[in-house]
């Protein structure tokens, strides 16, 4: 069996969520954290917290359980304590006063935070002294979406919307970039890495090194990578003891080496985690799931279903009993896997079907995937059309979103759009400018082609609009609109001429 809650309380989308051993946070566009207490997940008392100036983008604790950092839109990350019966700030770092912090993450020790911003740079900060140690410009123009220690302390991973992953030297505090590659940079969807995590538990002894650590990293292109870091250079002896999982040494040379790809999701992904004990993998995706994997063999263990938008984080309790899943949809839900280990239930979907707020009990049965068609009838080939021209300016910054990546095959910028909250009305208003330096789209190419397809949809609307006083042949449109017309179910007669009859047809725009 697996059971689940849901959670409903913010009032706009919901970024992220992190748990430590008492409570479970989840941050939001709505400029809120909401707190909640692990097991019966009642909200405490605090809760929410709006302190914030503009919305959350991550969220993330340390290594113990006992700090909190933030990575917040007006360019600060918080760094908060929280218990089920109070809270308190320990500090607060601006990274910058114009950019978002898109990522937050402690080092092992708890010592230093990094934060990564959509300028391309990634901070350092000393917790204890509460102040800044060293800034580097990073990743150029690409936003740091993604960013995470090696077990040891001694090494970062970041990675950027340009697709890349860097690994950097942070011995000392020099902050020294050793190793870049593209790592995300293919696919339908366009490039960019959107998280990165390395396993805790992946144990590997090297004599006379800190030995090779196991990284995981998601992104735009749709795919899950694990990789191997090797973190000693030319190293002479090449023992290595290792616990779960196992995998192929890499070469004995400083080396990021991909070891396997997981392939499951269908549209690009945005969150990856391990559980403490590393045996499983979550990562959840824009096609409205969260996977679970057993990163040893890259099977699919577990799919879970339920949200109704873009799943936009995942995270595993401490002791791994539960699984969180974030959603644009205002919504989490958290999933009791506690038997996955033990029983597991390979191949299994778990889809939610609601009839009220409470908890439900979900049988890990396999569900199949049910897709119904509403085609036009036979007889009624033509069909009357009042539209508004300026539908599309009330789409919500995740129709938007999904537009560019579907439409305008841009799904690098995605993000970026969501991060600035591009809505329709903003769509309408962009030009080259704030292209290139409000968003940071740099390839002039790319920026034409938005421009391009969003004046489309204005004159699709005004052609459109022409045809409300009239009638119009369906044969005459394109087949995907005539497929989009497909989806409404029309009761109609056997003319091949249907007269005007107020049928709005949103759905076009």
Sequence with gaps: ?????????????????????????????????????????????????????????????????????????????????????????????????????????????????????????????????????KEVSGHGDGYVYAADFTPSGDHLATGSALGDIRIWDMKGNKITCILQIEAHDEGDAGCGVSWLKFSSSYQTTVVGSNGISLLASCGQDGDIKLWLFNSEGNSSTTSISRARPTYHQ???????????????????????????????????????????????????????????????????????????????????????????????????TVSVVEEDDTAVNVPAVTVESVKTESPLPPESKSLPCVVTTDEHQKWTSEQVSEWLRDTVQLGQYCQIFLDNEIDGAELSSLNQESLQKDLGIRPLGHRNKILRAAKELADDGNKLAKLSSSTFDINSLPSALQKLLGQINIESSSQSKIEQSGILLNSLL
């Design 250 to 348: 890499p070469k004995p040379d400083k080396t990021l080496q991909k070891v396997s790809t997981l392939s499951g999701h269908t549209a690009p992904v945005s969150c990856c985690a391990f559980s403490s004990d590393g045996k499983l993998l979550a990562t959840s995706s824009f096609d409205k799931t969260t996977i679970v994997w057993d990163p040893e063999s890259g099977e699919e263990i577990l799919k879970l279903e339920g949200h109704t938008a873009i799943v936009t984080s995942c995270a595993f309790s401490f002791d791994s009993r539960f699984l969180a899943s974030t959603s644009y949809d205002k919504t989490a839900f958290i999933w009791k896997i506690s038997d996955l280990n033990e029983k597991g239930a390979d191949g299994k």
């Design 1 to 133: 069996m697996v059971s689940f809650c849901k959670i409903q309380d913010h009032t706009r989308e919901v970024n992220c969520c992190a748990f430590s051993t008492e409570v479970f946070v989840t941050c939001s566009g709505d400029k809120s954290l909401r707190i909640y207490k692990i097991g019966s997940f009642d909200e405490v008392a605090y809760s929410p917290l709006k302190i914030f100036k503009y919305g959350i983008n991550n969220v993330t604790f340390n290594k113990t359980g006992e700090l909190l950092a933030t990575a917040d839109t007006d360019g600060k990350s918080h760094i908060f304590k929280f218990t089920k019966t109070s809270y308190e700030i320990v500090a607060i770092f601006e990274h910058s006063s114009v950019n978002t912090v898109q990522v937050a993450a402690f080092s092992p020790d708890s010592k230093h935070l990094i934060s990564g911003s959509s300028d391309g740079s990634i901070a350092l900060w000393s917790i204890v002294n509460k102040h800044l140690i």
